[in-house]
C-alpha cells in the first residue's frame, strides 16, 4: 500500500532561518511525486511535481528535490508570507487515473 | 490559469439531509475528484471520475455517492448526512496521461453536520 509520510508536523522559524521539510514516500512505482502549499481556509495550491531521483525544482525561496524514498523541500530566507501548510503527495505509475495519495502535512509559521 | 470553483464556502445541514456538493472546472479536464481533510489525517480520496458517467470508489466512499453528467461538473452528494461528515470538502481536477497529471483544486467547502 502506498505510504506517504511527513516531518516534521509543525515548524516554528524566525524570518531569514532557513530549513527544510521531509517527505518520504513507500510507493510501487513513482509516476510523480507532488508539493502544495495550503493557507487556512482554501484548497491546496500546486507547487512543484517530482518525476525522477536526483531531479530539483525551484521557485522564490523554494526548492525540491527528490531520492528514491524521499523529497525535500528546502525554504531558505524564508519570510512571513512562506507561512503555509506544505503538502507532499505521491502518485503511482500503474495509477491511470492521477489519484494522489497525501501525507499529513508540515504546518509551517515564520514569525517577524 | 486553470480554476476549480466549488459552490459554497461554508454550508451548515442537518442530520439527515441531503446535500448536494457541486464543483465545475474550466480547462476540459478528464479527471475529477473530491477528497475531504481532517486534522491529522491529510487529504483521503472519496470518490474520482475519468470520464463523464464515469466513477470509480476511492479510499473512504461509505456515505457518498457522485454524479457527473457533463465533463466539466462533478457533483458530490451526502445521501443522509451524519455529524461524521463534518469536515472541509475539496474538489479537483487533472489530465489524463503519462505527464503533466498535477491536480488543480477548488477553494474547499467547510462542511458543517448538525
Known amino acids: 500500500e502506498d505510504q506517504v509520510t511527513q516531518s516534521p508536523e509543525a515548524l516554528r522559524l524566525q524570518e531569514g532561518e532557513s530549513s527544510s521539510l521531509n517527505c518520504s514516500y513507500t510507493v510501487s512505482g513513482l509516476r510523480g511525486l507532488f508539493w502544495y502549499r495550503q493557507d487556512p481556509g482554501k484548497g491546496p495550491e500546486f507547487l512543484f511535481t517530482?518525476?525522477?531521483a536526483g531531479e530539483e525544482k525551484e521557485k522564490e525561496r523554494l526548492k525540491a528535490t527528490l531520492t528514491k524514498k524521499e523529497s525535500f523541500l528546502h525554504i531558505t530566507a524564508p519570510k512571513p508570507e512562506d507561512s503555509a501548510t506544505y503538502l507532499c503527495?505521491?502518485?503511482?505509475?500503474?495509477?491511470?487515473?492521477?489519484?494522489?495519495?497525501f501525507g499529513a502535512g508540515t504546518q509551517v509559521v515564520v514569525t517577524p | 490559469d486553470v480554476k476549480v470553483t466549488q459552490s459554497s464556502r461554508y454550508l451548515v445541514k442537518r442530520t439527515g439531509e441531503k446535500v448536494f456538493l457541486e464543483c465545475v472546472q474550466d480547462?476540459?479536464?478528464?479527471?475529477m475528484f473530491w477528497y475531504r481533510q481532517d486534522p491529522g489525517l491529510g487529504l483521503r480520496l472519496i470518490y474520482f471520475s475519468y470520464d463523464v458517467k464515469m466513477k470509480e470508489k476511492g479510499d473512504i466512499p461509505e456515505g457518498y455517492s457522485v454524479s457527473r453528467e457533463k465533463k466539466e461538473r462533478f457533483s458530490l452528494i451526502l445521501e443522509s448526512a451524519s455529524t461524521n461528515q463534518t469536515s472541509m470538502y475539496l474538489c479537483?481536477?487533472?489530465?489524463?496521461?503519462?505527464?503533466?497529471?498535477?491536480?488543480?483544486f477548488g477553494q474547499g467547502t467547510r462542511l458543517t453536520v448538525v
Open positions: 480547462m476540459d479536464h478528464e479527471n
Open positions: 517530482l518525476y525522477s
Open positions: 503527495a505521491v502518485q503511482a505509475w500503474d495509477d491511470s487515473w492521477g489519484k494522489l495519495q
Open positions: 479537483a481536477s487533472s489530465l489524463w496521461g503519462r505527464s503533466n497529471t498535477e491536480a488543480f
